[in-house]
């Protein structure tokens, strides 16, 4: 096995890149309340939690194991 260490602010970045492309391309054109709601007054309290869920998930991934040989 094979440990890989990342940057974390790195995965953060990445996750809420990946939280935004889902919720422009699938969940707004799917749910017009949800579009506005997340484009509108409330938009800095859900970016917020965007981030907060971002950097919990990016520390969980600071350290992987690798298996070369799978």
Not at 37 to 63: N, P, T
Request: glycine share 4%.
């Amino acid at each position: 096995m094979r440990e890989i260490r990342t940057n974390p602010e790195i995965v953060g970045h990445a996750i809420v890149d990946g939280i935004n492309v889902f919720v422009r391309d699938v969940l707004a054109p799917r749910c017009p309340a949800l579009a506005a709601l997340w484009s509108g007054q409330e938009d800095q309290e859900l970016h917020r939690l965007k981030y907060e869920v971002a950097v919990a998930v990016a520390a969980q991934w600071i350290v992987s194991q690798i298996n070369d040989e799978a």
